[in-house]
């Protein structure tokens, strides 16, 4: 089992940044694929970005937030983080952190684990 906490959501003005913090805990050894994920209110829950857990990163993100929000890691603290830059209303959501993916999966439903959840709000 892997257990992930996120953390680093708030309220900010649009433009502005914020940076997501993913812990994890458990049996990360061989979990290769992680990502984060969005869910806005009344939408399904969608891909942000994916980056690999060991040796070189290979990342991947989704269109809407390409050049503007970065993924990274850090093994020896088992975290993963999502700079967000330059935000925007439209990025309002609960993010979630997953794991145990295929690297670079884009559906949810191929991830085993995931976070609580942490709220980005984001004001015009």
Do not use: H
Not at 11 to 20: E, F, I, K, M, P
Not at 41 to 62: C, D, H, L, M, Q
Not at 94 to 122: E, L
């Amino acid at each position: 089992q892997v257990q992930l906490v996120e953390s680093g959501g708030g309220l900010v003005q649009a433009g502005g940044s914020l940076r997501l913090s993913c812990a994890a805990s458990g049996r990360t050894y061989g979990t290769t694929g992680w990502a984060w994920f969005r869910q806005a209110p009344g939408k399904e829950r969608e891909f942000v970005a994916a980056i690999t857990w060991s040796g070189a990163s290979t990342i991947w993100y989704a269109n809407s937030v390409k050049g503007r929000f970065t993924i990274s890691r850090d093994n020896a603290k088992n975290t993963v983080y999502l700079q967000l830059n330059s935000l925007k209303p439209e990025d309002t959501a609960v993010y979630y952190c997953a794991a145990g993916g295929r690297p670079g999966a884009q559906n949810p439903y191929q991830y085993d684990y995931w976070g609580q959840g942490t709220q980005v709000t984001i004001s015009s």
